[in-house]
T-cell receptor, first 115, second 120 residues
């Protein structure tokens, strides 16, 4: 079975400081990993994904994530946080061999960037 | 990226009425769409997988007669909440894997903006 853990319900960071939102996963095969962001009363917006290749993935709005196979992690990072980054962030995974199947989501981490 | 729309964005209805929510892929064809439900401050719960031209696949615990899904074309899936009750009030989100402008396989799912349902 596939699963995703986001150990932090809430992350607070000062504007201009680096931010990290943690994610670990479990799949039986090779993972496809995703980060999405959700603003209030909105759907999910795709930020970035890891499919194969370079472990460091760069995405939208200056976000990046590093795939670490040995630690089964895919933490989301940004060098300098903005107040506008405040939102709910979801990590998601599915097995690469599972075809056109739905993603499995973590419970979400609320990021609050303080001016 | 590929665009998914949902209509309506807000619905307020009386208990006992049925509500239809549309999910459209605007710039790609989607043989598969997914319907999720999200409670306040919680993650997305997969309700069902909608397959074009065939019956939907429902997750355990989701009543298929309560939540009717129709995927009649490659760009439209509908979710009908039948005889809605206050406990059905929630945020419903659809998604589809897609490539803008094409029908090719994509690992990435794109989400609609969601529909907030309030049943009085």
């Amino acid at each position: 079975a596939q699963s995703v853990a986001q150990p932090e319900d809430q992350v607070n960071v000062a504007e201009g400081n680096p931010l990290t939102v943690k994610c670990t996963y479990s799949v039986s095969g090779n993972p496809y990993l995703f980060w999405y962001v959700q603003y209030p009363n909105r759907g999910l917006q795709f930020l970035l994904k890891y499919i194969t290749g370079d472990n460091l993935v760069k995405g939208s709005y200056g976000f990046e994530a590093e795939f670490n196979k040995s630690q089964t992690s895919f933490h989301l990072k940004k060098p300098s946080a903005l107040v506008s980054d405040s939102a709910l962030y979801f990590c998601a995974v599915r097995d690469a061999a599972s075809g056109n199947t739905p993603l499995v989501f973590g419970k979400g981490t609320r990021l609050s960037v303080i001016a | 990226g590929a665009v998914v729309s949902q209509h309506p964005s807000w619905v307020i209805c009386k208990s006992g009425t049925s509500v239809k929510i549309e999910c459209r892929s605007l710039d790609f064809q989607a043989t598969t769409m997914f319907w999720y439900r999200q409670f306040p401050k919680q993650s997305l719960m997969l309700m069902a997988t909608s397959n074009e031209g065939s019956k939907a696949t429902y997750e355990q615990g989701v009543e298929k007669d309560k939540f009717l899904i129709n995927h009649a074309s490659l760009t439209l899936s509908t979710l009908t909440v039948t005889s809605a009750h206050p406990e059905d009030s929630s945020f419903y989100i659809c998604s589809a894997p897609g490539l803008a402008g094409g029908r090719g396989f994509s690992e990435t799912q794109y989400f609609g903006p969601g529909t907030r349902l309030l049943v009085l």
